[in-house]
Nanobody, 120 residues
Framework: QVQLVESGGGSVQAGGSLRLSCVPS????????MAWYRQAPGKQREFVAG??????NYADSVKDRFTIDRHNAKNTMYMQMNSLKPEDTGVYYC???????????????WGQGTQVSVSS
């Protein structure tokens, strides 16, 4: 059973930092895309950052503040979040497109999310 486990969320003051981790578990053949999304209460889920088609992309709202990296050997993705703002508050979700075996196609998987709260 494939699972994406997010961690690293918490409550910080504006200007603080957090580092999020997304650790896949279970039988995974390959992962070709990983990304972070976030959702504030009452808001739609939005793209934050991801490694897509071999290139790192960031939402305009987090450019120059957030940095993602992926450890290919463990299929683990990290997101360093600096200079956090109250508007960064929300639940952050890891998303990955992966295949569980050589015979299966690529499918999208989501983690349960980790809460990030930034106070002014």
């Amino acid at each position: 059973q494939v699972q994406l486990v997010e961690s690293g969320g918490g409550s910080v003051q504006a200007g603080g930092s957090l580092r999020l981790s997304c650790v896949p578990s279970g039988s995974i053949f390959t992962i070709d895309q990983m990304a972070w999304y976030r959702q504030a209460p009452g808001k739609q889920r939005e793209f934050v950052a991801g490694i897509i088609n071999g290139r790192t992309n960031y939402a305009d709202s987090v450019k120059d503040r957030f940095t993602i990296d992926r450890h290919n050997a463990k299929n683990t993705m990290y997101m360093q979040m600096n200079s956090l703002k109250p508007e960064d508050t929300g639940v952050y979700y890891c998303n990955a497109n992966l295949a569980v075996s050589v015979l299966s196609g690529m499918k999208s998987y989501w983690g349960q999310g980790t809460q990030v709260s930034v106070s002014s």
